[in-house]
């Protein structure tokens, strides 16, 4: 009985790609059989799924804020202060001007405030909201500094809280 023989097979498979989305691919393989030539394929490897990331149920909604101090006193805060956006809790460092978060969907609390250079643990200017997101939202937070020593930041949402 002969046992030797040459198979091939192909073979394909998903899985997870990067940044929460899905991909798909494809591998075929070949190499020695056995009893009569019975061959063996591999599957394939998930790829990019950015932008079916956005699409995805349970997708992380994104948060795009602008934080701007009062004309008045915008190149005193640029020199020396930093403006800091804390959302439930976890803080984000971040500079005068535009920036993004993402976050889970659900109810959040967001809050704005700056600090000195080289302080860790004030919040001056401080102001917070609460807001729900849904899966794939995309909203803006605009945080603005009042001009008057001991002013808040004026906080504004919008856009669309579901995807």
């Known amino acids: 009985m002969n046992m030797a023989g040459n198979g ?7 899985g997870p ?12 393989g070949s190499g020695p059989g056995k ?4 061959g063996c394929g591999a599957g394939g490897v998930g790829g990019s799924g950015a932008d079916a ?5 349970g997708a992380p909604a994104l948060i ?11 190149v005193f805060h640029r020199l020396l202060t930093r403006p800091v956006v804390e959302i439930d809790g976890t803080e984000h460092e971040s500079a005068w001007g535009a920036g993004e978060v993402s976050v889970p969907p659900g109810e959040h609390r967001v809050g ?7 302080q860790r643990t004030a919040r001056l200017g401080a102001s917070e909201a609460a807001f729900a997101a849904g899966p794939g939202a995309r909203m803006l937070l605009s ?7 001991g002013s808040v930041f004026r906080l504004s949402l919008s856009g669309s809280a579901t995807g």
């Not at 945080?143 to 020593?149: H, T």
Request: glycine share 22%; proline share 4%.
């Open 8 to 14: 091939s097979g192909t073979g394909s498979g998903s």
């Open 64 to 74: 795009r804020y602008e934080i701007k101090p009062s004309a008045f006193a915008a």
């Open 17 to 28: 790609g990067k940044e929460g989305g899905n991909g798909s691919g494809t591998r075929s």
């Open 35 to 38: 009893e009569g030539g019975n």
């Open 143 to 149: 945080a603005r500094l009042g001009a008057a020593n």
């Open 112 to 118: 704005v405030y700056f600090r000195y250079r080289g």
């Open 53 to 57: 990331a956005l699409a995805t149920p």
